[in-house]
């Protein structure tokens, strides 16, 4: 449940950050730090997969064959359907024009950060991260072949980081090869593998019966780090001239450090002797999560062409409420049952069958 509360709460982040730009003219610079909502879903996505880095793909595992089709199965049906809808609702508001069914296109295939800044950000500012996602479950299987090599592991992020930081310090302000590696893998690779460091840091604590208050020096220190970083952010950006709204550098990199220590705590607890409200919030925040990212600008931009109102103190918490709401629907009445035919298909190809699942 603690992951999914963290779910939650990147996906709040970027939709505040969202929400302030748009209905706040002059917002300070310091709300764009909510932007690194998308480094903790990074991290998150490591933290959920990391297990798998230590184990082969297609190994036996409890008596079933853990194979590559099942679980791109899983993770069409996680990723894909949900997409899709929220990019033919994006389609719908944009502009008439050859543009429009060019970028659609381009899209479908995840392709929208390899030709142009302005189709990057096009449909939905919150699209440039989906194919650098599909990268690392397509990864995945080849970073699990290193498992028992976990120095090459650690070789492998730390050149990552440092190719990060070069390609980062040769952008240009246009999408040129430096700008689609600094938001694609390997540059990106680092805040995954954090993810997955985080899962073995809870895995071994959890062995060794730690509880919350067993590293609390971690969670002083993760505080710092994330409250630094964010007075750094206030003080000087990001990184200086060049660095455009997706660009990721050793900067996101030290983000995503401070939130899995920040995590690693709260990860340790034992969810069962949580208060019932908050087991509630958590997966009500995790089930929403996933259309709270893709559809709030949808929402804005409804508002928008309504012109409902010119307060932004009634917009935000407006739109907040109702992206949730269309959020927790889509989860219950689309996302939730196609991704349950997806593991229902994964099954089916697990065990062989040749008859329909």
């Known amino acids: ?25 002059g917002t300070p610079l310091g709300i764009a730090y909510l932007r690194t909502g998308v480094d903790l879903f990074f991290v998150i996505s490591g933290y959920v997969f990391g297990p798998m880095l230590l184990r082969d793909f297609g190994a036996q595992q409890n008596g079933s064959h853990y194979a590559l089709l099942p679980f791109w199965l ?21 502009a008439p024009g050859e543009l429009r069914t060019h970028y659609f296109l381009r899209h479908l295939a995840f392709l929208q950060t390899t030709e142009s800044l302005q189709e990057a950000s096009y449909f939905n500012d919150a699209f440039w991260t989906l194919p650098v996602e599909m990268e690392f479950y397509l990864a995945l299987p080849l970073l699990a072949l290193l498992r028992k090599r976990p120095l090459l592991l650690v070789a492998l992020s730390a050149a990552s980081l440092m190719l990060a930081f070069y390609a980062t310090s040769h952008l240009s302000g246009t999408i040129n090869f430096w700008f689609i590696l600094s938001v694609h893998l390997p ?7 954090l993810g997955a460091l985080l899962a073995a840091m809870v895995a071994h604590g959890r062995a060794q019966g730690w509880r919350w208050y067993a590293p609390p020096a971690l969670w002083a220190l993760g505080s710092g780090v994330v409250l630094l970083l964010g007075a750094y952010y206030l003080r000087f950006g990001p990184g200086g001239s060049g660095y455009g709204l997706m660009v990721h550098s050793p900067w996101n990199f030290l983000c995503a450090s401070g939130y899995v220590l920040l995590m690693f705590p709260v990860l340790l607890c034992d969810e069962i002797r949580w208060p019932l409200w908050l087991r509630q919030v958590a997966l009500l925040a995790g089930a929403s999560s996933y259309g709270v990212y893709l559809f709030h600008n949808v929402v804005r931009l409804v508002l928008t062409q309504a012109e409902f109102s010119d307060s932004p103190a009634l917009l935000i918490p407006l739109a907040m409420i109702l992206t949730v709401a269309l959020s927790l629907l889509l989860y ?26």
Do not use: D
């Open 1 to 25: 449940m603690a992951i999914e509360l963290f779910r939650g709460i990147a996906a709040l982040m970027v939709m505040v950050y969202h929400y302030a730009i748009s209905f706040f003219p």
């Open 332 to 357: 219950h009445f689309y996302e939730g049952p196609l991704r349950r035919l997806g593991r229902k298909l994964a099954r089916w190809a697990e065990r062989g069958e040749v008859g329909p699942p």
């Open 74 to 94: 899983r993770r069409f049906f996680r990723i894909y359907p949900l997409y899709l809808l929220a990019l033919v609702a994006y389609f719908l508001f944009a």
């Open 187 to 193: 540059s990106i690779l680092p805040e995954f593998m």
